[in-house]
């Protein structure tokens, strides 16, 4: 069965410092891969999305950066983080079957910035 | 830009039947339309999805009008646990989520 991981649960970082947010997924070939981001009290933001290794695709400008170094493996980064990058971000994956696109979301990361 | 307009809130008595409406009158002939929801500080989670027929598993049913303009998902029995806010999204390779509805079950 396919699976989706997210990690770590929670993080509290200070303003300036790094972030890698990790995501991977089992048992499929070739997803589409996303990270999301929900502020608080608002809904759910696209942030980057993914077709293969390597590809990344931006959907809005940021202070974040996105990686695909294998296929079912998916970062996300930042060099210096802001107070506004505070947020429950969350990983999706997708593959293309009968029925169309079917999406499966992480449990999510509560990231502070303080 | 999502694809769909949904009504901001709903409210529901524990019991009775919650009825979902959703308009997505942009749709493409081969677009899927599905239905996720989010429990407050979790991960969005898959509910169903239908091409033109109408649609129903363990959680819902959905009803999709014949010009696939628009559709209503339907709770059959909601309960407490229903609460949630409730996506209703046109299927394309980015997954684009509106402001959804925020549905209160009540007791």
């Known amino acids: 069965s396919q699976t989706i991981h997210q990690w770590p649960a929670t993080l509290v970082q200070p303003v300036g410092s790094p972030l890698s947010l990790e995501c991977t997924v089992e048992?499929?070939?070739?997803?589409?891969l996303y990270w999301y981001r929900q502020a608080a009290g608002r809904g759910l933001q696209l942030l980057f999305y993914?077709?293969?290794?390597?590809?990344i695709s931006s959907e809005v400008p940021q202070n974040l950066s996105a990686s695909r170094p294998q296929d079912r493996q998916f970062i996300l980064s930042s060099k210096k983080l802001l107070l506004s990058d505070s947020g429950f971000y969350l990983c999706?994956?997708?593959?293309?079957?009968?029925?169309?696109?079917?999406?499966?979301f992480g449990s999510g990361t509560r990231l502070t910035v303080v | 830009d999502a694809k769909t307009t949904q009504p901001p809130s709903m409210d529901c008595a524990e019991g009775r039947a919650a009825n979902l409406p959703c308009n997505h009158s942009?749709?493409?002939?081969?677009?899927?339309v599905y239905w996720y929801r989010q429990i407050h500080s979790q991960g969005p989670q898959y509910i169903i999805h239908?091409?033109?027929n109408n649609e129903t598993n363990e959680m819902a049913s959905l009803i999709i009008t014949e010009d696939r303009k628009s559709s209503t998902l339907i709770l059959p029995h909601a309960t407490l646990r229903d609460t949630a806010v409730y996506y209703c999204?046109?299927?394309?390779?980015?997954?684009?989520f509106g402001k959804g509805t925020k549905l209160t079950v009540n007791p």
């Open positions: 999706a994956w997708s593959v293309r079957r009968t029925g169309g696109l079917g999406y499966t």
């Open positions: 048992g499929t070939s070739n997803p589409n």
């Open positions: 993914s077709v293969g290794i390597g590809q």
């Open positions: 942009t749709i493409s002939g081969n677009e899927y």
């Open positions: 239908g091409l033109k």
């Open positions: 999204i046109v299927e394309s390779e980015k997954l684009v």
